[in-house]
């Protein structure tokens, strides 16, 4: 089926690339105007405003923002949370420090919800990008990877929104790949969002704590320690178990 679409739809990619772009392009620009909004810098701070590329990057955006934060709560907030989406929705590499620059900025309830929320809106803006006018492109280019999940989704439909926290927990699948491919192959929206929010929470937990000690780390590795490795494997077997207890029940009553 998903084949045969890529045949049917494929011709049309090139234009869903345009329309992609432009989005991309107005985006962009809208963050250009939530920057304008922030509070006046000096040269040597807006040279640190910019989307964290290591760590050296996040503790120098880190000490900036700290400094504005009190008096300029809202806009400091605004600029955290609308750059974190964006991110998310056209799935460009620095998500990670954000997570861990708002353990510094950010008490941990308030700092966990943030990056759940953040992660959640942008993943489901990517879907809904993917869902509208992405979908020729990735009839075209990734196929047979689809079918391959498309095969794994059929097999969890039940428990949907279990195995969706237990991909977000999990590196097996890159975190872009399930955001532009869950529309193709009928994951719903709702079921994408409650998966990716409570999904991402484990290893947000993790990057969170460790930017409350931001300037002891030299790099985003240092985030994760064996201990919080070993959590998160068993916070990842205990998403999918009510899947594989039920399996088992049919199979004994059948």
Known sequence: LISGKALAEGGSARTSLLILVSIFLSAAFFMFLVY??????????RGCIKVPRDMDDAKALGKVLSKYKDTFYVQVLVAYFATYVFLQTFAIPGSIFLSIL???????PLALFLVCLCSGLGASFCYMLSYLVGRPVVYRYLTEKVVKWSEQVERHR????NY???LRITPFLPNWFINITSPVI?????????GTFLGVAPPSFVAIKAGTTLYQLTTAGEAVSWNSVFVLMILAI?????????????????
């Open 238 to 254: 205990l998403s999918i178990l009510p899947a594989l207890f039920q399996k088992k029940l049919k199979q004994k009553f059948e």
């Open 158 to 161: 039940e428990h949907l929104i």
């Open 164 to 166: 969706i926290i237990f």
């Open 102 to 108: 708002s353990g510094f900025l950010y008490p941990f």
């Open 36 to 45: 304008k909004n922030f509070p006046q810098l000096s040269e040597e701070e």
């Open 186 to 194: 009928n994951v719903p929206l709702k079921v994408f969002f409650i």
